[in-house]
């Protein structure tokens, strides 16, 4: 089965179009993650992006904070903190702001990385967008922008999900 096989099954209804945009995310992220993880030297793209991230902040941000900008959990931030800690990217030193947290501090490497090999990943990012119109891009910043308060309507509506199973369990605890 090709690609193309694929887009035409799933474009005959709304229900299909959905299905096949959600599998187009992960795959997408898995492709996108394998092309740049064998491009970018010395990073992987997950800790590119913690770097990026960490590097755009003004206030140093804990593992949680991270975790819910990477849409990951703060153990996956630890994991990738204490590779690139061990490469010189950063330190990790406990939040000014509650003693219990740990943030992640850019060091001198990062503002060297980011001047020296930056500029790969922007000639990649280039080859990945030059199939687009700049009308294109800017409608596709909107759609992905809106997914993002999608995915928060699905987050809000587990959450209540799971709210009212414990309420329901705990009822039936103390019948």
Excluded: W
Excluded at 68 to 90: P, W
Excluded at 142 to 160: R, V
Aim: aromatic share 10%; hydrophobic share 35%.
């Amino acid at each position: 089965m090709e690609l193309n096989d694929l887009i035409a099954k799933f474009s005959d209804t709304t229900e299909n179009q959905r299905k096949a945009i959600f599998s187009t995310l992960f795959i997408a992220g898995n492709k996108l993650q394998t092309l740049f993880d064998s491009r970018i030297p010395e990073v992987s793209l997950k800790q590119f992006m913690l770097l990026s991230i960490v590097r755009q902040s003004k206030e140093q941000l804990t593992f949680t904070q991270l975790g819910n900008l990477l849409g990951c959990s703060r153990q996956n931030v630890k994991k990738l903190a204490d590779v690139l800690a061990k490469k010189g990217f950063i330190t990790i030193q406990q939040s000014p702001h509650d003693t219990r947290a740990m943030c992640i501090c850019p060091t001198e490497k990062v503002n060297s990385y980011f001047k020296n090999d930056f500029f790969k990943y922007q000639e990649e990012l280039k080859y990945l967008f030059e199939v687009y119109t700049d009308k294109e891009i800017e409608t596709l910043f909107i759609l992905l922008s809106k997914l993002y308060a999608g995915i928060e309507n699905l987050e809000c509506k587990t959450a209540n999900e799971k709210m009212q199973n414990k309420k329901m369990q705990e009822v039936a605890d103390t019948d």
